[in-house]
Structures are given as structure tokens and as C-alpha cells.
């Protein structure tokens, strides 16, 4: 494909090739740090982890799973006395570097993970700094990249 592509490539910096499933969670995680996490997090996550593994809950200790302890723990009294808390910067700090995750994203993985979030969300919208934005950018990428097959799903 064209320099230009390269050059507008919505990943890591010092990254090249396509982008994977763990690299775009990265990627949201590193552009919107503070996001508190709520069950949209959780679910767009979960569906992202389900579609590079093919398992429907995702990672056994992945951010999916370290989302959705954030949320059973959120009205813990213990936990709001001593500030503690996580964020979507927090649990997707390492997802690039979970071999599982490798997986180059593609159309219906975007759809999946957009999907998700959207159902999930209190406003039946996608985050525009959240996960399925961040997804759908490598999705097209990869395919504008001729990475990834647009029609193979």
C-alpha cells in the first residue's frame, strides 16, 4: 500500500505491519486513560478477547476480566475509602503484549466489539476516545493496509 497509509496508521508509535486486537485495546487505553470503567468497558472488551480467541468470556486474567472486578469491587465501602481505582488506562496497559491477543483485527471484529458497546452503553452510543472506536480504526486500517481480507470475517 501507499507511504501515506503507513504514515496515518492508528496504533502504537514504533509499530508497524498490521494492528492486532491487543494493540488497539492498548491504543484506547493510552488515549483515553482516566475512562472510569463501566459494564460498556467490560463488554467491548470482552467481545474483543472473544473474537482473537474464540472464547466467549475472553481471557481468564485478561482486561476483560480485570474490568469486570473493577465493577464488582466499585461499591465496595473499603475500596472508595481508600481511593483506589482502576481505569481503562490501567487495565489495558499490557494487552499488546498478550500473545492471545495477536490476532490482526478485521470488519466483523469491529462490528462485534461496536456492537457490544453500544448495547452496554447508558447512552446506546460508542465512547468516540473508547474501545470500539479504537477497534474500528484498526479494522479499516488493516484492510486499507490489505492486511486483513474485507471479506473474509
Request: glycine fraction near 10%; avoid cysteine; proline fraction near 6%.
Amino acid at each position: 500500500m501507499s507511504m501515506n497509509a503507513q504514515e496515518q496508521r492508528p496504533g502504537l508509535d514504533g509499530q508497524s505491519g498490521p494492528i492486532s486486537i491487543g494493540e488497539a485495546l492498548q491504543v484506547s487505553g493510552l488515549r483515553n486513560p482516566d475512562k472510569e470503567i463501566d459494564i460498556g468497558v467490560v463488554s467491548a472488551i470482552r467481545s474483543a478477547e472473544g473474537r482473537a480467541t474464540g472464547v466467549k468470556g475472553g481471557l481468564p486474567n485478561g482486561p476483560a476480566v480485570q474490568g469486570q472486578n473493577v465493577l464488582d469491587r466499585s461499591t465496595s465501602p473499603m475500596v472508595m475509602a481508600l481511593g483506589e481505582e482502576e481505569t481503562l488506562g490501567t487495565i489495558t496497559a499490557h494487552a499488546m503484549d498478550t500473545p492471545q491477543l495477536e490476532k490482526p483485527v478485521n470488519i466483523l471484529d469491529a462490528q462485534r466489539v461496536v456492537e457490544a458497546e453500544m448495547l452496554n452503553s447508558s447512552t446506546g452510543q460508542v465512547d468516540q476516545e473508547g474501545i470500539a472506536v479504537a477497534i474500528k480504526a484498526a479494522a479499516d486500517y488493516n484492510v486499507s493496509s490489505a492486511y486483513v481480507n474485507p471479506n473474509v470475517l
